[in-house]
T-cell receptor, first 117, second 114 residues
């Protein structure tokens, strides 16, 4: 089946630094990737939709300059949390849609846990 | 806009007993419906999905779900739970018209008693 890999799986950083999280589709091409954020014991909230070769579309309330998304290739999307603060600590999960005929299914990465000190 | 409601935040069930998790959705057209399971600190695993056709859908790990259009529901069931079924379960709705985005319910945490 389709595999999506996220890296790093967990990261700890100091307040004010930037952190980059990668999302890779390992065995398929993904024209569209989605980034979700999950707070402890809560559901997943869509942050943005990332389309290869174009600007990401952000959900209402998500700061574009805070969460930079780049989808430079059909197998890689990155989320950069800029000038991270403790309130950015969360579990970030990406998902990818195959570039072929729409099957409706999205494939999820393992998630990346960010802790900002 | 699409939305999903999972009325039960927590459910405790004895091992070997049956399990039913409720999911209600709101969407103007026929949605794509999904159930995912998440173990602590892990990503999501797809249990099953409904796109069209037979309204009773079989999934992995012995789970099944039934789409009831009249009730806007997509409840998940398992006849006999195992201790390994303890996890968080998310119902999600998506649609091509919505850009394939998935909207998730709040989740139901399942605890399994020995």
């Amino acid at each position: 089946g389709a595999v999506v890999s996220q890296h790093p799986s967990w990261v700890i950083c100091k307040s004010g630094t930037s952190v980059k999280i990668e999302c890779r589709s390992l065995d398929f091409q993904a024209t569209t990737m989605f980034w979700y954020r999950q707070f402890p014991k809560q559901s997943l909230m869509l942050m943005a939709t990332s389309n290869e070769g174009s600007k990401a579309t952000y959900e209402q309330g998500v700061e574009k300059d805070k969460f930079l998304i780049n989808h430079a290739s059909l197998t890689l999307s990155t989320l950069t949390v800029t000038s991270a603060h403790p309130e950015d600590s969360s579990f970030y999960i990406c998902s990818a849609k195959t570039s072929g005929r729409y099957t409706g299914e999205l494939f999820f990465g393992e998630g990346s846990r960010l802790t900002v000190l | 806009a699409q939305s999903v409601t999972q009325p039960d935040i927590h459910i405790t069930v004895s091992e070997g007993a049956s399990l039913e998790l409720r999911c209600n959705y709101s969407y103007g057209a026929t949605p794509y419906l999904f159930w995912y399971v998440q173990s602590p600190g892990q990503g999501l695993q797809l249990l099953l999905k409904y796109f069209s056709g037979d309204t009773l859908v079989q999934g992995i790990k012995g789970f099944e779900a039934e789409f009831k259009r009249s009730q806007s529901s997509f409840n998940l069931r398992k006849p006999s739970v195992h201790w390994s079924d303890a996890a968080e379960y998310f119902c999600a709705v998506g649609a091509r018209a919505a850009g394939n985005k998935l909207t998730f319910g709040g989740g139901t945490r399942v605890l399994v008693k020995p």
